[in-house]
Nanobody
Framework: QVQLVESGGGLVQPGGSLRLSCTTS????????IGWFRQVPGKEREGVSC????????YYEDSVKGRFSINRNNAKNVVYLQMDNLKPEDTAVYYC??????????????????WGQGTQVTVST
């Protein structure tokens, strides 16, 4: 079982930045396709960004294109989600997820087997 841990959430003003981290112990994240998802109460969990196992494919949800960036640091066994120019509508619990398949298809929650507990991101004045 891959236990993922997210960190880096918090309260930030609109226009600000946060960097979320996803890590695990006992497994190497570079063997997994990784996704970042977010969820607000009453809505389905949506795919924000995904990166394939070999880093040759990335996906960004339309509303975050140009503002968010996903990348890996294999030496530190961590996957980051850099979030810039944050907006109030980015407020959500953010989750990282992992799957052993080489590629994702849609960056949808059903494609991922392993999940973290989530970290709250709040964008507000």
């Amino acid at each position: 079982q891959v236990q993922l841990v997210e960190s880096g959430g918090g309260l930030v003003q609109p226009g600000g930045s946060l960097r979320l981290s996803c890590t695990t112990s006992g497994h190497l994240l570079d063997y997994y396709t990784i996704g970042w998802f977010r969820q607000v109460p009453g809505k389905e969990r949506e795919g924000v960004s995904c990166i394939s196992r070999d880093n040759d494919e990335t996906y960004y949800e339309d509303s975050v294109k140009g503002r968010f960036s996903i990348n890996r640091n294999n030496a530190k066994n961590v996957v980051y989600l850099q979030m810039d120019n944050l907006k109030p509508e980015d407020t959500a619990v953010y989750y990282c997820a992992a799957d052993v398949r080489k590629l994702f298809m849609f960056c949808s929650a059903f494609e991922f087997d392993h999940w973290g507990q989530g970290t709250q991101v709040t964008v507000s004045t």
